[in-house]
């Protein structure tokens, strides 16, 4: 009888073993599995949403437990939301001031370190059907400024032109008063909207509109060619963009502490391989130069 029962309860334990059941085998504990870590918050640019929610879902794909999560709002915000610690990087399509970067340094114990992401062309998209392909920054100037209000003042038909714009909190707002503006106020006619892809939106159904934004961003419109004083126009392109010759040319930007913890080194490294550099072209902006 007890060596029956032996054999009873040595099939029990490999029946158990062979079915899973139970943590304990014998000897040994089934590690559970490996919980996720802090998540790498990213906060700021809407233009740059686009890219980075897609660097983040093939980054998670390959590295198993770590988390990205990414949100918009504007250049400024992510800023702000970096230098108060409520962000671990923020993303911004036009370069940090000195003052914020002053803050930030001091609120994080740690200089600021600036790393671009992207290459963009700040583009100006009209409705497809708007005969206007090309226009001048003092034209695009007049136009935002509300000094041109009829397109064809600008070598359009004779109709009213419908601005719209970005918020306050913008980085593209910022760079484009600052480098189309010379950094004047716009009219007050401009329509502000929320985001690039809503002003996309906006022009798409109204073949009188004019707004600008990330390249990317490009569907059922026409972005047009631009020139500079005394040159000639130049569509956005990657190729106009890497070379200068595109007058709206930009970089985009990541912001982290230099004490910034491994989550945050990590991601923005491999935001600068091949692979990520390769996902930068599809989503539709322009790969940083090898």
Known sequence: MKQITRGVFTIVIVAL??????ERRE???????????????IKGSDTMVILVQRLAEEYMKGHAGDLVQV???????????FINGTTDLAMASRPMKDDEKQKAAAARGAEVV?????????????????????????????IFQGKATNWK??????????????????????????HVLNKE????????????AAII???????????????AYAKDVKPIAIAAAGAAPVAPSEATVADGTYPLSRKLFFYHAANAPERVTKFVQWSLTPEAQALVSKVGYFPLPK
């Open 153 to 178: 003042q600008v070598g359009g038909g004779d109709a009213p032109i419908v601005l719209y714009g970005r918020e306050s909190s913008s980085g593209t707002y910022d760079y484009f008063r600052e």
């Open 114 to 142: 600036e790393r671009p992401v992207a290459l963009d062309s700040l583009a100006v998209f009209v409705h497809e059907a708007n005969p206007v392909a090309q226009l001048t920054l003092a034209q695009i100037r007049d």
């Open 17 to 22: 073993v062979a079915c899973g059941g139970g």
């Open 201 to 215: 939106n906006a022009i798409s159904k109204d073949k009188n509109g004019i707004g600008y934004g990330g390249i």
């Open 71 to 81: 949100t918009g709002g504007g250049s400024g915000t992510g800023i702000a939301a």
């Open 185 to 196: 106020d716009f009219s007050p006619r401009v329509q502000t909207l929320q985001g690039t």
């Open 27 to 41: 000897g040994a504990v089934t590690p559970a599995p490996a919980a996720p870590g802090k998540p790498l918050t």
